[in-house]
T-cell receptor, first 117, second 115 residues
Framework: SQTIHQWPATLVQPVGSPLSLECTVEGTSNPNLYWYRQAAGRGLQLLFYSVGIGQISSEVPQNLSASRPQDRQFILSSKKLLLSDSGFYLC????????????????FGPGTRLTVL | AQTVTQSQPEMSVQEAETVTLSCTYDTSESDYYLFWYKQPPSRQMILVIRQEAYKQQNATENRFSVNFQKAAKSFSLKISDSQLGDAAMYFCAYRSPNTGNQFYFGTGTSLTVIP
């Protein structure tokens, strides 16, 4: 069965410090991968998605970046954190079909709670 | 862009009773997918149920069922025989087959189950 891991589970960082959040998927190959942010009391905001190694699409302008160095690894980074980067970060994956743009179900990881002080 | 609206920020239900969570969406597309996700205090997002717009039959998963009204662009979730473990945030989501990588989420409904 497929599983998705995220770490760390919680993180407290000072403003201006760097960030690296990691997400890995097991039990599947060539997944589509996603990074979402959820601010307190808000819905989910798609930050990045990837359809393959080295292929990253950004949905919103920000001081965050994403990378996919391996097929089942997705990393969210920042060189200098802002207070507004605080939130709950969720990684998700979906099956990439042989044809078409994507499938209809996303599977989410346990999330990382980031607090920027 | 498509928008998803959940007009009930908070709902409560007595244990063993039935509750319905509302969701409406705005789209000009005829084919799409709709989802309900549950986010318990652990914060992990869990898929509850999904509905393909081309299917007229409402989706059902055990105690969870939907009332899909395509013309009204409404997609409500009914939870029957509510259990304490159902307490969570519930998010409605829309996915277009034309923008396969983009899910549009509502702002969520916080469900409290009263013992």
């Amino acid at each position: 069965s497929q599983t998705i891991h995220q770490w760390p589970a919680t993180l407290v960082q000072p403003v201006g410090s760097p960030l690296s959040l990691e997400c890995t998927v097991e039990g599947t190959s060539n997944p589509n991968l996603y990074w979402y942010r959820q601010a307190a009391g808000r819905g989910l905001q798609l930050l990045f998605y990837s359809v393959g190694i080295g292929q990253i699409s950004s949905e919103v302008p920000q001081n965050l970046s994403a990378s996919r160095p391996q097929d089942r690894q997705f990393i969210l980074s920042s060189k200098k954190l802002l207070l507004s980067d605080s939130g709950f970060y969720l990684c998700a994956w979906s099956v990439r079909p042989r044809q078409g743009l994507g499938t209809d179900t996303q599977y989410f990881g346990p999330g990382t709670r980031l607090t920027v002080l | 862009a498509q928008t998803v609206t959940q007009s009930q920020p908070e709902m409560s239900v007595q244990e063993a009773e039935t509750v319905t969570l509302s969701c409406t969406y705005d789209t000009s597309e005829s084919d799409y997918y709709l989802f309900w996700y549950k986010q318990p205090p652990s914060r992990q997002m869990i898929l509850v149920i999904r509905q393909e717009a081309y299917k007229q039959q409402n989706a059902t998963e055990n105690r969870f069922s939907v009332n899909f009204q395509k013309a009204a662009k409404s997609f409500s979730l009914k939870i029957s025989d509510s259990q304490l473990g159902d307490a969570a945030m519930y998010f409605c989501a829309y996915r277009s087959p034309n923008t396969g990588n983009q899910f549009y989420f509502g702002t969520g409904t916080s469900l409290t189950v009263i013992p």
